[in-house]
C-alpha cells in the first residue's frame, strides 16, 4: 500500500494541528495503522497507532492526553489530531502500516519493524 502523509506546518505552541495519511493500493481495512516521529539529531520514535478494526488504539506516553489517532476506512484515511502542542514535538511525522495479525501487533505496535510501509513523511514545526 501507498501512503500519502499531508498536514504539517507550523503552530505556535499551545495550538492544535490535525495531520492525515491517505492509503492507497491494498486493502485498507485490513491493515493496522501507526504514527511515528523523527526529530532532527534524533532516532524515529513511535506517537500513536490504531488497529485496522479502530477500535483500539495506542499513545506513546509522552503525547498521551494530546494526541488522537483515528481512522476513516471509507477514506482510506488515518489522521493524527495533535492538541497542546509543545516545541519538543517538533519532527517529521510518518504514517506506517502493518499487515500483521492482531496478537502480534499488539505486543508490537510501537516498533518500526512491525509495519510494512511507509509514508513519505510530513514536517510539524511547534515554536515557542
Known amino acids: 500500500v501507498q501512503l500519502q502523509a499531508s498536514g504539517g506546518g507550523l503552530v505556535q505552541a499551545g495550538g492544535s494541528l490535525r495531520i492525515s495519511c491517505v492509503a492507497s493500493g491494498g486493502t485498507f481495512s485490513t491493515l493496522h495503522t501507526g504514527w511515528f516521529r523523527q526529530a532532527p539529531g534524533k532516532e524515529r520514535e513511535f506517537v500513536a497507532a490504531?488497529?485496522?478494526?479502530?477500535?483500539?488504539?495506542f499513545d506513546a506516553d509522552s503525547v498521551k492526553g494530546r494526541f488522537t489517532v483515528s481512522r476513516e476506512i471509507a477514506k482510506r484515511t488515518v489522521y493524527l489530531q495533535m492538541n497542546s502542542l509543545k516545541p519538543e514535538d517538533t519532527a517529521v511525522y510518518y504514517c506506517?502500516?502493518?499487515?500483521?495479525?492482531?496478537?502480534?501487533?499488539?505486543?508490537?505496535?510501537?516498533?518500526?519493524?512491525?509495519?510494512?510501509?511507509w509514508g513519505q513523511g510530513t514536517l510539524v514545526t511547534v515554536s515557542s
Open positions: 506506517a502500516a502493518s499487515s500483521s495479525d492482531i496478537r502480534h501487533y499488539y505486543s508490537n505496535y510501537g516498533i518500526s519493524p512491525t509495519y510494512d510501509d
Open positions: 490504531v488497529t485496522r478494526s479502530g477500535s483500539t488504539t
